[in-house]
């Protein structure tokens, strides 16, 4: 096997960014596995307490790079948000792993509006739809909603769910952020009615007997990006040795992190102290194969609810990053004039990936881009890679070919014109 | 004709300051300098359940805030909302501010901005608040220190203790011996000492 030569790597001591959440497993793994170590590099790994950090330390350099949320590379990339930075990531750290949870209350008022309707993960923006009619027609103040950044990936499923069931988030519930710890706090003192948040953030108000998990954001949309490596783009083309080390070390983390049984010795590493600091039943919770909705509830199966590495997971997909590009149109946080693929292109970097794989044996797609909304069940890849089912809620189809015929397509939410801006591909 | 030039009513009256921090003690020393260099604290908070409502009730001009508040991202969050007014927007590296920013989040402080106030008036605040926080944080590696030696001297004596108690020797001989098994073996006062100890513990 082809080694990295120590030698090589431009710079060996790093320092990386991460938020408590239980998907940033690939770097704790790669950090208490030695798996840095024996690509050369000796890593230092940095708490965060807020992605407004991550983004700042990265885009100052005080950080060599972080687990980032996926949209959050291609925001900062073109200038959503008031950081502009070119960003560069050649890495995507695991599918799904969000999930959309209420408080108890207002899951009392959804069951009493439809007793059969409110525990279906697929028709619970629905049920949730019923309630913020008749509560807008008792004249009620609205519902809060909260997620954890602007440019987050929950702020956009949450919108999608929304949106799918004809709420408008902009105008029928007030969206707010905040941080993924406090979440359960600002649930019990009834600040907001619910959240958008990863793990093992729901798992602690399920198991508390707070509040009820709704739908997961691999029923959303199955096997949906989630977390990247991000690198500031100087960054990747002074250091390009030591990043292709760094995605080698991750990629085999992300591997381990995916055999048969490797969970539970997972889950005990990431839940102490030093990373997401949480009790090690409630991160398990979400890391073996099944998913407790609620207290009262037995798990229910849910083998994908988290991915690391199969179904090609770490392969960052252009195309995945036009359909974040298209949310941000959607909700007007990006206007005028979008070239979405020359945003993908220069933001997300398979080639890179491909490099680091070959290295390492894993087979990579051979293509940047793929449809979303067309499989059901696990298929084959260019006759050789399995890749996940892809169905959204909605059951609509992305075509990355055709972003502005995809947001023309996306039926105006009540109360707004479906405005399509001047976007040219 | 004269053409008065276009200034926003934040440009002409004392900024208003409002402070977020967990550690008290920097607060209070960051409001004192603040004050003094002319600005108004307009108030002071270690973490807040509801910081919209705050910040809609305060409407601070900046907020200088702990890069290690979570309350970041909900700031974040307030130029997103439309109806929600005042407007804070990160203080962040336009080109010339760049060395600013980055010596404020490396202090270990961030400042969001109210929409259009000028970076100009807010860099010497910023500088004020950077200082302090410097001051601050080598306060506090200073007394970590301190804390440090006076456990590394209680080491030695209990060191010194024991070879004069084993050993018979005087308080100086002992102090000589360890003094020399740390130069001979490259090592600190404080190290030998410990493995005296340690040594001691494993042999009674």
Known sequence: MTVVLKQDLEKPQLTLGFVPLTDCAPLVIAQ????????????????ETSWANIRDKVALGILDGAQMLAPMVLGMSCGVGPVKKAMVTALSLDLNGNAITVSNALYAIMQACAPHDAPLPNRSAHVLKQVIDARRNNGEK???FATVFPTA?????????????????????????????????????????????GEPWNAAVVHAGIGRTLITK???????????????????EQYPHTHRALLMALLEAARWLDQPNCRREAAALIACGRYVQAPEEIVAMSMNGAYRYAFDEVPRDLPDFNVFHRYAANFPWRSHAIWFLTQMVRWRQLRG????????????????????????????????????????????????????SDLFIDGRTFNPDDPIGYLAGIVPVAGRSNVVPLVRR | MVVMPDVKRSDVRKLRVLLIDHSVGRAAILERALQDAGYVVAAKLTGVMNLYKEVER?????????LESPDRDMLEQMREISRDRPKPVVMFAEDDDSDTIRQAVKAGVSAYVVDGLSAKRVK???????????????????????????????????????????RGMSEDEAYKALRKMAMDGNRRLAEVAENILAVANILI
């Open chain 1, 142 to 144: 609205p519902l809060s």
């Open chain 1, 337 to 388: 004039q979008v070239n979405f693929r020359r945003i993908a292109e220069t933001v997300y970097r398979p080639d890179l990936f491909r490099d680091a794989a070959a290295l390492l044996g894993i087979p990579a797609p051979g293509v940047d881009y793929k449809t979303e909304g067309e499989h059901a069940a696990p298929w084959l890849f260019d006759s050789r890679i399995t890749l996940g």
């Open chain 1, 32 to 47: 208490e596995k030695g798996i840095f170590r024996r690509y050369g590099l000796e890593v230092t790994l940095s708490k």
């Open chain 1, 218 to 236: 691999y029923e959303l949309w199955n096997n949906s990006p989630e977390k990247v490596l991000g690198v500031t783009r100087e960054w990747a």
């Open chain 2, 124 to 166: 010497p605040l910023m500088e004020v608040a950077i200082a302090r926080f410097r001051e601050y944080q080598a306060l506090r590696e200073e007394l970590l220190h301190a804390k440090v030696s006076l456990a590394e001297r209680k080491l030695v004596e209990k060191a010194k203790g024991l070879l004069m108690q084993r």
């Open chain 2, 58 to 66: 305060i409407e601070p001009d900046v907020i200088i805030i702990d």
């Open chain 1, 153 to 197: 990936t929950h702020t956009y499923e949450l919108r999608y769910w929304m949106a799918s069931a004809g709420i408008n988030p902009d105008r029928d519930v007030r969206l707010v952020v905040v941080p993924p710890p406090q979440m359960r706090a600002h649930l019990e003192s009834g600040d907001v009615d619910g959240f958008c948040v």
